[in-house]
Nanobody, 122 residues
Framework: EVQLVESGGGLVQPGGSLRLSCAAS????????MYWVRRAPGKGLERVSV????????LYADSVKGRFTISRDNGKNTVYLQMNTLKSEDTALYYC???????????????WGQGTQVTVSS
């Protein structure tokens, strides 16, 4: 069974940090570009970041550029998102996803996780 399981979310104060993890099972992420996407309350889905198959290239949404860092460990079949200097507008349900495409604007996802909630509030 193909699964992506996110963890690491929680409640954090503005300016704080969190590190999200996404553990894959049932398939190898080494064949996929991996994404973090988020859905904020009352808003649509936003692609936060993508990392290429071997990790040599990354892209970020303008809203998180310079604050978030995506990384992957293909040996552990896991993807990470380090989030620093968090803002209230980062509050969202964060998902990881896999795709054959490397794009911040197009393409369908082959697999999705269930999401982990990140809440930034004082």
């Amino acid at each position: 069974e193909v699964q992506l399981v996110e963890s690491g979310g929680g409640l954090v104060q503005p300016g704080g940090s969190l590190r999200l993890s996404c553990a894959a099972s049932g398939f190898s992420i080494s064949n996929y570009n991996m994404y973090w996407v988020r859905r904020a309350p009352g808003k649509g889905l936003e692609r936060v970041s993508v990392i290429s198959v071997l990790g040599g290239a990354t892209l970020y949404a303008d809203s998180v550029k310079g604050r978030f860092t995506i990384s992957r460990d293909n040996g552990k079949n896991t993807v990470y998102l380090q989030m620093n200097t968090l803002k209230s507008e980062d509050t969202a349900l964060y998902y990881c996803a896999a795709s054959r495409l490397y794009s911040m604007t197009a393409g369908e996802f082959t697999a999705w996780g269930q999401g982990t909630q990140v809440t930034v509030s004082s």
